[in-house]
C-alpha cells in the first residue's frame, strides 16, 4: 500500500526555519512528482514547492523562493522541505503529495493539487511570536 508520512512541523518564532520531511512507504520516488502544499484556514489549497524524480526539475512558488529548498533522498526514500525565514503568512497544515510523472512542467504539476492520487496526513507548522 502506497503511503506518505508528514514529520517536522511544529511552533517557530518568525524567522526561525524548520525542515519538513515527507518518508514513502510502498513505493519508489522514481517516476513520481512530489509536491509539498500547504492549506492555511479559510483558504485553498497551495503548491509550494515541487520536485519531479524524472528529471530534477523544480519549482518554488513565488511566495517561498529564496527561503524554502526541497530535495530528496532517493536511498531513503523522503523528500524534504527546509523552510528558512519563516513569516506567519506561513502558517499552514504542510502536505506531501505524490503523482505518477506526467507530460508536463514540474511548474503545472504544482499548480494541480486536484490531479495528485497520494496524500500524506499534514502537518502543522504555526510561524509566531
Known amino acids: 500500500q502506497l503511503q506518505l508520512v508528514e514529520s517536522g512541523g511544529g511552533l517557530v518564532q518568525p524567522g526561525g526555519s524548520l525542515r519538513l520531511s515527507c518518508a514513502a512507504f510502498?513505493?519508489?520516488?522514481?517516476?513520481?512528482?512530489i509536491g509539498w502544499f500547504r492549506q492555511a484556514p479559510g483558504k485553498e489549497r497551495e503548491g509550494v514547492s515541487c520536485?519531479?524524480?524524472?528529471?530534477?526539475?523544480?519549482y518554488d512558488a513565488d511566495s517561498v523562493k529564496g527561503r524554502f529548498t526541497i530535495s530528496k533522498n532517493n536511498a531513503k526514500m523522503t523528500v524534504y522541505l527546509q523552510m528558512n525565514s519563516l513569516k506567519p503568512e506561513d502558517t499552514a497544515v504542510y502536505y506531501c503529495?505524490?503523482?505518477?510523472?506526467?507530460?508536463?512542467?514540474?511548474?503545472?504539476?504544482?499548480?494541480?493539487?486536484?490531479?495528485?492520487?497520494?496524500w500524506g496526513q499534514g502537518t502543522q507548522v504555526t510561524v509566531s511570536s
Open positions: 503529495a505524490a503523482e505518477p510523472v506526467r507530460r508536463t512542467t514540474v511548474q503545472a504539476m504544482c499548480a494541480m493539487p486536484r490531479e495528485y492520487a497520494y
Open positions: 510502498g513505493f519508489s520516488l522514481d517516476y513520481y512528482v
Open positions: 520536485i519531479s524524480s524524472s528529471d530534477g526539475s523544480i
